[in-house]
């Protein structure tokens, strides 16, 4: 026992250490990140605090009655052969039945078990907020820069048509639809900007700081990636929520258990002293022989309905228990199989991008090589450039979709 309470207070300062020491902001990673929204959340301290609570429940549970000590003084005193007695002392022991008190402390250890389970299993959701929020800021950081890259571009296009105009190498149609399309550029460009400031204040308050502080992003973005042998088997195997189920079920076979051993009889074990005391004169002295009485007593569980509405209790717990499981294995698969698709769909989808953007970017040089020669053709060059626009915000989308994605597994297979 003493050896479990060394190992828990060493647990509890390591997990003081992730949910209560301070960090730094300066230069953070994703990393950081999670770690900082741990150590901030409320939620976490407070179902941390629940696990503690319930783990101190053991040792209630599981400890033996307190000892009672009677003390009673006869107003008249009562003869004996041996002389008269007039004060009486009981100390009385109760015993619960072999086995009861280990039960109850496998139902309390199960039961705070799960809470623990319950715990991590909300970190889990705390990271994937994270990490789904870092990597759509991300997302619309890379928007921004792009559409800010394809605006400098039609700038200079603007200057090379009204250039070709003022020599009647082209009609004023060119400069009107690169002015046109450089509008468009800028309207969009607002809105990836105005769309940056919910997403920055959504993530700081993730981390329960400043709205207004800084976010360090990846420069570059790196594609994550997961092993996804067997991974199904590993979600159902590691899942958190699916562990805590399996604390809960034990719980309630325990409680079981306890309803059955709780119709078996409470021992009790006493002894009783009674001074003994005769005349001499008129003084009361010593007799020389007290009299000591032990005797055992039996509680009989007659009344046996607390009982076995404990057992029923238990047998209920247990069946919801067992539809709640049921219900989580097919929440996982349906979730597994939604979110392996979008991960194949997302690598499958990065990999085209990255092919057309790359050909679309050799017929703009072709395109605007021939143009900045004859002047002609200035619509197609204006069309390719954005669609290779259109591929390179695309491909930005499904990066992110592509780590979303393993963030999900992630916190399925709980990972983390």
């Not at 007695?85 to 496998?106: D, V």
């Not at 990846?218 to 991974?231: H, K, R, V, W």
């Amino acid at each position: 026992m003493g050896g479990n309470r060394i190992g828990k207070y060493i647990f509890c300062v390591l997990i003081g250490l992730l949910l209560f020491c301070p960090l730094k902001s300066y230069g953070q990673k994703l990393e950081d990140y999670l770690l900082e929204a741990a150590q901030n959340n409320p939620e976490l301290r407070a179902l941390f605090n629940e696990y503690l609570a319930a783990y101190e429940l053991a040792p209630q549970v599981s400890s033996i009655p307190d000892p009672k000590l009677f003390f009673g003084y006869f107003i008249l005193p009562i003869e004996t052969r041996n002389g008269s007695t007039q004060l009486r002392f009981i100390l009385f022991q109760q015993f619960p039945w072999f086995g009861l008190l280990k039960m109850k402390k496998s139902v309390a250890l199960f039961n705070a078990e799960a809470k623990y389970k319950d715990f991590k299993n909300t970190k889990n959701k705390v990271f994937f907020r994270v990490r789904e929020n870092y990597y759509r800021l991300y997302e619309v950081e890379e928007k921004i820069r792009i559409t800010k890259e394809i605006l400098e571009l039609h700038y200079f296009l603007e200057k090379l048509a009204e250039r070709k105009y003022e020599t009647g190498q082209v009609s004023l149609v060119d400069v009107l639809r690169v002015q046109l399309q450089i509008r468009d550029f800028k309207i969009q460009l607002k809105t990836f900007e105005d769309k940056r400031l919910p997403l920055q204040v959504s993530f700081n308050n993730l981390l329960f700081r400043n709205p207004k502080d800084s976010i360090h992003l990846p420069s570059p973005f790196f594609l994550s990636e997961i092993d996804q042998t067997a991974l199904l088997d590993s979600i159902y195997n590691r899942n958190l929520g699916l562990k805590r189920v399996d604390f809960l079920t034990e719980s309630a076979l325990s409680q079981q258990k306890v309803a059955r051993r709780s119709l078996w009889p409470t021992i009790g074990i006493g002894i009783s002293f009674y001074s003994v005391k005769r005349i001499e004169g008129f003084r009361a002295v010593a007799a020389g022989r007290e009299i000591l009485l032990p005797f055992l007593e039996l509680n009989l569980p007659i009344y046996g309905g607390k009982y076995k509405a404990l057992k029923q209790e238990a047998d209920y717990r247990l069946e919801v228990i067992n539809q709640q499981e049921d219900s989580l294995r097919n929440f996982l698969a349906n979730a597994y199989e939604f979110t392996v698709f979008d991960l194949k769909t997302a690598r499958r989808n990065i990999t085209w991008y990255k092919q057309q953007i790359e050909q679309g970017k050799q017929a703009v040089t072709l395109l605007l090589r021939e143009y900045s020669a004859s002047g002609k053709d200035f619509e197609e060059v204006l069309r390719m450039h954005l669609q290779v626009f259109g591929y390179e915000l695309a491909l930005i989308q499904e990066e992110v979709k592509n780590n979303i994605a393993v963030a999900k597994l992630i916190q399925l297979a709980s990972l983390d």
